[in-house]
């Protein structure tokens, strides 16, 4: 009885961690020129080289406690940036950024990873020379 008691707890402890990492949904994920009263501005996935700072900006539903998530910036395959950003609600909204060199044109993109490191949603944009 005792072991029967021990596997069941085992299992739902094991079953309660996985469940949050499935919960986790990107309801909004764009990028941005400026955040303005917590929404994205300036919504495009082109810019010209002398843009200065993009925003990747994250919406999160379904969790049902803290977590983090992780944006992971890469220009073309090289990683330039690892943001971890918390998550405290069932509809979070979140963002990061990067100054973006003029010489960086090219293509770009952001990968969302959750707390196990589970890809989330990935992005891609493009830098054009002025």
Same mark, same amino acid.
């Given at each position: 009885?005792? /072991?029967? +008691? ?6 739902? $402890?094991?079953?309660?961690? #996985?469940?949050?990492?499935?919960? &986790? ?7 941005? /020129?400026? +955040? ?6 300036? $919504?495009?996935?082109?810019? #010209?080289?002398?843009?200065?700072? &993009? ?7 379904? /969790? ?67």
């Amino acid at each position: 009885m005792k /072991t029967q +008691i021990f596997v069941l707890l085992f299992l739902l $402890i094991s079953l309660a961690g #996985t469940t949050q990492a499935q919960e &986790i949904n990107i309801e909004q994920f764009d990028f941005a /020129t400026a +955040i303005e009263d917590r929404k994205p501005t300036g $919504i495009d996935t082109v810019f #010209t080289a002398d843009v200065g700072t &993009i925003y990747c900006f994250t919406q999160v539903e379904g /969790t049902s406690d803290t977590t983090q998530i992780t944006h992971e910036w890469y220009h073309e395959d090289e990683e330039k940036a690892q943001v971890n950003l918390t998550i405290a609600a069932n509809n979070w909204r979140t963002w990061s950024s990067k100054k973006i060199l003029k010489s960086w044109t090219g293509s770009w993109r952001v990968m969302v990873t959750g707390p196990n490191g589970n890809v989330l949603a990935t992005k891609n944009f493009v830098i054009t020379e002025n």
